[in-house]
Structure formats: structure tokens, C-alpha cells
């Protein structure tokens, strides 16, 4: 099947260049914060750590063709790319705000501009990667079928999200979210689209205590927060103090060594999902 027309902008192939021109799911300036952010907070540390964990156990294939739906700032494919350097990795975003700077992190890597709800490919990748991408679209299902179009038979695919709606904070506001996701609303929705998990699990469930007091006081405010103060609180989330943030970074880890024996944690702040398309 021959690919769809792209048009080029700014270097970078645009399957949905209207998109590209009208995004408002995430704010352009929140590209900015990430890619200075990222490698100084436990967070995104974190879950790199759990993710090329699963990475390693479930892709099996030696030279996979791996796709990263919604990549932003590249952060994900940086530790792809250094855990995995035998791999074909693409990046896609719907926004070209992002992909600038994932090119600046990762020059060698192909980076397209995308509509996630219509991928322009079909069984081409041995794995695909969304990760705390769809609580931005309205249309989450649309995504997840993309996905299964796009995946080869018996490829992997790997989902995270923000979990459990009494957790809505500044941050969610501020990033546009539609949804924080209900235990088994993604695992619901992943096998719908007609994959089959093979792994579900939550993360951030050692410090899920500290997070939902956290929550909980912000939910009082949230209403009365102008945006320049919403963004400034969901600013001080990004940078923490570093004795507090490897404090975080220690506890995290706990965390992911639970998740590498194979136990599925039962709650916590986030979720990853992994899921299987069926073989032919």
C-alpha cells in the first residue's frame, strides 16, 4: 500500500498538516518546560526505567521498527535509542513545536508530523509507543485503532497514562487533559480496539500516599487559580529540589524493581499497559 501524500514543513514530512497548524492539546510553551525539565526529575526518569524494562522483556525481534506516537521532546526515544541502538526508531508528533525539540536531542532519528487517530501506515512497526499522549485527545478509541492498524501481526504495543480522576490537579489543567484514567478504563479500552493485554500494571505507587495528599489540598484551590498561577504550580511539580527529587527518584525505584519481577502494582498515579496484536 502506497504511503499518503506528506508535505514538507520546516524539514519535517506533515501527514496532517492542518493539525499541525491548529494544535490545542497541549501548550506549545509546555514543550519548552519538558525539555528543560526532564532529566532533572524523577518522574521521567522513572518511568523510562519501567518502560525499557518492558521494552526488553516483550519486543523480541532483533532489529524491531518501533514508532513513538505523541514523542515531544524525544525524551523516551533518547533512552530507546541508547538501550536499543539496533533499532529503526520513529517519532511522531501532532505538534511541530515538539519535534523541534526532539531533533535538537536526537539528529539522527526520522521524526514525522502526524494525526494519532490516523496513522498513515499499515503493519509496518513490531511495536508502537504512546506515552502520556492520549489523555490529551478526546478520541482516545480512534487512537488505540489506529495503533492496531499500524502494528504488525503480533506486535506490542505500550500505553501510559495519568491514573484516577480524584488525582486532577493543576497539572492536568494546565496540559490540556481530557481524562485521568479509571484501574481498568485503559486495559478496557486497549482490548476493545482488539489487542490482547499481556501486562497492566500501575507505577508511581510508593509515593501514591504523599500524591494524593498533594491532590487533595490543590483541588481546594484549583478553581479560584488564575492561569499564570496554575502554570506556576504546575511549574514547581517539574523542579523540585534535588535532595527531594532523589529522594522521589529512590522510592520510584522500588517501584520498578516490583514491576521487573513481574507483579502488577494494584494502584498508583499512573498506568502502563502492554498489549499484544494478534498473530496472523
Not at 497492566?200 to 499564570?228: E, G, I, N, W
Request: hydrophobic letters at 45%.
Amino acid at each position: 500500500m502506497s504511503e499518503p501524500h506528506a508535505e514538507l514543513i520546516d524539514g519535517v514530512r506533515c501527514f496532517a498538516p492542518e493539525l499541525a497548524r491548529s494544535r490545542n492539546d497541549y501548550p506549545p510553551e509546555g514543550f519548552a518546560r519538558l525539555f528543560a525539565a526532564e532529566a532533572g526529575n524523577f518522574w521521567f526518569r522513572a518511568r523510562n526505567r519501567i518502560l525499557l524494562g518492558l521494552f526488553r522483556k516483550f519486543v523480541r525481534t532483533e532489529r524491531a521498527q518501533v514508532l513513538e506516537i505523541g514523542c515531544g521532546t524525544g525524551f523516551v526515544l533518547h533512552g530507546l535509542s541508547q538501550a536499543f541502538p539496533q533499532w529503526t526508531l520513529t517519532g511522531a508528533e501532532g505538534s511541530l513545536e515538539g519535534l523541534r525539540f526532539a531533533r535538537q536531542r536526537l539528529a539522527g532519528l526520522e521524526f514525522i508530523q502526524l494525526d494519532a487517530r490516523t496513522l498513515p501506515f499499515e503493519s509496518a512497526f513490531d511495536a508502537i509507543g504512546a506515552f502520556d499522549v492520549i489523555e490529551h485527545i478526546t478520541e482516545d478509541e480512534q487512537v488505540l485503532a489506529s495503533a492496531f492498524r499500524a502494528l504488525r501481526p503480533g506486535g506490542h504495543l505500550f500505553v501510559s497514562v495519568p491514573q484516577h480522576p480524584s488525582l486532577w490537579s493543576a497539572n492536568d489543567d494546565h496540559a490540556h487533559h481530557k481524562r485521568r484514567y479509571r484501574r481498568h478504563e485503559l486495559d478496557d479500552k486497549v482490548t476493545a480496539a482488539g489487542f490482547r493485554v499481556v501486562r497492566s500494571t500501575s507505577f508511581v505507587t510508593t509515593l501514591f500516599p504523599a500524591m494524593a495528599l498533594s491532590r487533595r489540598r490543590q483541588r481546594h484551590d484549583l478553581k479560584a487559580l488564575t492561569q499564570d498561577e496554575a502554570l506556576e504550580l504546575s511549574t514547581r511539580e517539574l523542579t523540585l529540589p534535588k535532595p527531594l527529587d532523589l529522594a522521589f527518584d529512590l522510592a520510584m525505584r522500588l517501584d520498578g524493581a516490583l514491576i521487573a519481577a513481574g507483579l502488577s502494582l494494584p494502584f498508583g498515579g499512573s498506568r502502563v499497559v502492554v498489549a499484544q496484536k494478534p498473530a496472523l
